[in-house]
């Protein structure tokens, strides 16, 4: 789903003002939609992917669907009701990241690990927030490999 209403950002500082004017009652409303019209379009399981921010959103989509049976987290925590979560979880995180640092992670893992999630979350050493989209400084060739292959085994094996 697109939360943004097709503005992209260019900069850390657009990204940055685009967080601070979030309508988060919206983009509930607009995840919501999606994850409706999606469940409406199979009868099986589902899976969610999410980077930076929409790591969250993934999270709170496999809070509120039990159909979701995979949730693959890039580079962004979040918070939920994990007792609610019935999906496995793999989880893609920079070793230096801004915007998550990895006590906030592994506060995250230790609270789906005492709900009883199955959680395998990666730490790539040396990259930074943004590893595995190619159009970024940050990219990483050798992590974003790693990354995807282990998330379409993750797929393949839980979908």
Same mark, same amino acid.
């Given at each position: 789903?697109?939360?943004?209403?097709?503005?992209? @950002? &260019?900069?850390?500082?657009?990204?940055?003002?685009?967080? +601070?004017?979030?309508?988060? =009652?919206?983009?509930?409303?607009i995840v919501k939609a999606a994850n409706t019209h999606l469940t409406s379009l199979c009868a099986g399981k589902i899976g969610v992917i999410g980077f930076s921010m929409g790591s969250g959103w993934a999270l709170a989509?496999?809070?509120?669907?039990?159909?979701?049976?995979?949730?693959?987290?890039?580079?962004?925590?979040?918070?939920?009701?994990?007792?609610?979560?019935? @999906? &496995?979880?793999?989880?893609h995180f920079a070793e230096?990241? +801004?915007?998550?640092?990895? =006590?906030?992670?592994?506060?995250?893992?230790a609270g789906m690990k005492s709900a009883g999630l199955d959680v395998t979350l990666h730490t790539y050493p040396k990259v930074a927030h943004w590893f595995v989209e190619e159009d970024r400084p940050e990219y990483d060739s050798a992590s974003a490999q790693l990354a995807w292959s282990r998330t379409y085994e993750f797929l393949r094996k839980n979908l």
């Amino acid at each position: 789903p697109d939360l943004y209403q097709g503005r992209v @950002a &260019k900069t850390i500082d657009e990204a940055k003002a685009f967080m +601070e004017q979030n309508d988060f =009652e919206f983009m509930s409303e607009i995840v919501k939609a999606a994850n409706t019209h999606l469940t409406s379009l199979c009868a099986g399981k589902i899976g969610v992917i999410g980077f930076s921010m929409g790591s969250g959103w993934a999270l709170a989509v496999a809070e509120n669907n039990p159909n979701v049976s995979a949730a693959v987290l890039f580079y962004g925590a979040g918070e939920a009701d994990f007792s609610k979560v019935k @999906a &496995k979880v793999l989880g893609h995180f920079a070793e230096v990241d +801004e915007w998550e640092p990895l =006590e906030y992670v592994q506060g995250m893992e230790a609270g789906m690990k005492s709900a009883g999630l199955d959680v395998t979350l990666h730490t790539y050493p040396k990259v930074a927030h943004w590893f595995v989209e190619e159009d970024r400084p940050e990219y990483d060739s050798a992590s974003a490999q790693l990354a995807w292959s282990r998330t379409y085994e993750f797929l393949r094996k839980n979908l």
